[in-house]
């Protein structure tokens, strides 16, 4: 059974920085690619960033390139999101989601999302 369990949100000032864990039931190399997701109040769900476990390739969105960071540790069935410098417009509920393929469209699970929240 698939679990992704989000957690390391918050609420923090513009500029800051926060890490977000995603924590699954299963060795991350069982899924094809793994990523983040983010969903602001009256919008769709996007897809922010993910990370193939074939080649260990990333992905970022231009709304989050150079500030956001990707990992995982496969030992510790762990993703992670280091979000540095962030801003007002990233306030969203933050998602993990697991894929079967290379696509946005092959992501078939994702988590419960964590809140964050960047104000002053």
């Known amino acids: 059974q698939v679990q992704l369990v989000e957690s390391g949100g918050g609420l923090v000032h513009p500029g800051g920085s926060l890490r977000l864990s995603c924590a699954a039931s299963?060795?991350?190399?069982?899924?094809?690619?793994i990523g983040w997701f983010r969903q602001a109040p009256g919008k769709e769900r996007e897809g922010i960033s993910c990370?193939?476990?074939?080649?260990?390739?990333?992905y970022y969105a231009d709304s989050v390139k150079g500030r956001f960071t990707i990992s995982l540790d496969n030992a510790k069935r762990t993703l992670f999101l280091q979000m540095n410098s962030l801003k007002p417009e990233d306030t969203a509920v933050y998602y993990c989601?697991?894929?079967?393929?290379?696509?946005?469209?092959?992501?078939?699970?994702w988590g419960q999302g964590t809140q964050v929240t960047v104000s002053s």
């Open positions: 989601g697991k894929s079967y393929g290379s696509s946005w469209g092959s992501y078939d699970y």
């Open positions: 299963r060795f991350l190399w069982d899924y094809y690619a």
């Open positions: 990370i193939s476990t074939v080649d260990g390739s990333t």
